[in-house]
């Protein structure tokens, strides 16, 4: 029998998350394997308490007033690498760093992450909201995601097929959200294959820096060269959380960029004197328009500052904390989805997760 992990009380959680914000955990625990999982789901089921599950933070927005159930952080290590065929499998336990995995596949020479290096957070959050960046998706590289049913402790494995993967959406954040702990996520890669240099923005950082013939050339020099470029681009960005940059002291995009059927993309060129102006992408079911764009254009610029929080210097999508409090970071959010709406008529979604923080005080336009 597994013995349960020892519960602490009044816990402060923002040291837990990359924005540095939020209130005390009524409880707290970390889980380093599934069977201390399910031991402290049974006990917050039978103490009334809710349980969230924390991974590394750096999606997370907890309330001010903290959290009044109990917090389980994973802290379940490991990763299993195997042959497949002409690809090598990785199991990646949930607790493991994203950015470890990535280190490692890129050192052994394995393609199909090399371009998500830099990303915060743990292996088990990389399906919740398929992590993406310089033209890669984790869902990609997937091939299995094995998880815990809250409410049962039922271990369950989803093909990748079946984790209705999105732009930044899968089934555990949509019509599963809450319903299952991720233990597991197992990878394909490919051996000696070219990183993946499709993004406009990569290539260009490439060429600038005389590195695009050795980045495309292939194998592990290669993928080494992306993952490289792929941090230095992010870290002049603030978008390598480094606690010695007040910049990256975010949630990384507070936003999604939208995706607009061709309707709506109509009516927003309708509404701007310049159509022509405004940058987009076909993407499957529609364009999508950089909410970057549409922030700066409504009026907040880069470097904007209200109370102790702010727009970053670097990227007019991340949301910093300047020493400040959830309720101001989420009004200034407010503030701009207000803002793009009325000016362009487009509703801005959030992409971190909000914990116990009054929905109703941030509506969304009607
Ligand atoms: C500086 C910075 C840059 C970023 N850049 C990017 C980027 O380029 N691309 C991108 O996609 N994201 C980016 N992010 C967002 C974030 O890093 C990712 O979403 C990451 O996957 C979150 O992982 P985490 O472990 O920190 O999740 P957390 O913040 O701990 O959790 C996020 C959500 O996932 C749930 N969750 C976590 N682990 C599990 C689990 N094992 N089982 C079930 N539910 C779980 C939590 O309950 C919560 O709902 C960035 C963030 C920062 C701070």
């Known amino acids: 029998m597994t013995v349960r992990p020892p519960i602490q009380e009044h816990v402060p959680l923002a040291a837990m998350t990359t924005l540095g914000l939020g209130g005390p955990a009524r409880c707290f625990a970390e889980a380093a394997s599934d069977d201390a999982v399910r031991v402290l789901l049974a006990y917050g089921a039978q103490a009334g308490l809710p349980v969230h599950i924390l991974g590394g933070g750096s999606n997370t927005v907890f ?17 299993d690498f195997s042959t497949a065929g002409h690809r ?75 984790c209705d993967f ?79 940059d007040p910049d990256s002291r975010s949630a990384g995009s507070f936003f999604v960029n939208p995706v607009l059927s061709d309707g709506e993309w109509q009516r927003l060129r309708a509404t701007l004197a310049e159509p022509d102006a405004i940058p987009s992408y076909p ?7 950089p909410a970057a764009w549409l922030i700066e254009q409504a009026g907040f610029a880069r470097g904007w500052r209200r109370g102790g929080v702010g727009i970053s210097p670097q990227h007019a999508l991340a949301l910093v904390n300047y020493h400040g409090t959830t309720t101001e970071l989420l009004d200034l959010a407010a503030a701009i989805q207000t803002a793009v709406w009325q000016r362009f008529g487009v509703h801005l979604q959030r992409e971190p997760v909000v914990v116990n923080a009054d929905e109703a005080c941030h509506p969304r336009p009607s």
Request: aromatic share 6%.
């Open 63 to 79: 309330a001010d007033a903290g959290y009044p159930g109990l917090v389980v952080r994973l802290t379940s290590r490991g990763m």
């Open 166 to 244: 999105g732009y930044r959406q899968s089934r555990f954040r949509q019509q599963d959200a809450g319903r299952y702990v991720v233990t597991e996520v197992i990878f394909e890669l490919q051996p000696d294959a070219a990183p993946a240099v499709r993004y406009p923005e990569l290539r260009q950082q490439l060429e600038r820096r005389g590195r695009l013939a050795a980045a495309t050339a292939g194998g592990r020099a290669a993928l080494a060269v992306v993952r490289d470029t792929v941090i230095a681009v992010r870290r002049a960005k603030s978008m390598v959380f480094d606690p010695g």
């Open 283 to 289: 993407v499957p079911g529609g364009r999508k328009v």
């Open 88 to 162: 090598v499998r990785v199991v990646a336990a949930a607790g493991e760093s994203w950015d470890n995995l990535v280190a490692a596949c890129v050192d052994r020479g394995y393609a199909g992450l090399e371009c998500l290096s830099g990303i915060p957070g743990q292996v088990g959050a990389s399906p919740i909201q398929n992590v993406g960046a310089y033209g890669q998706e984790v869902a990609e590289a997937i091939v299995e995601v094995r998880a815990l049913e809250r409410r049962s402790g039922r271990r369950v494995c989803f093909a990748a097929a079946d």
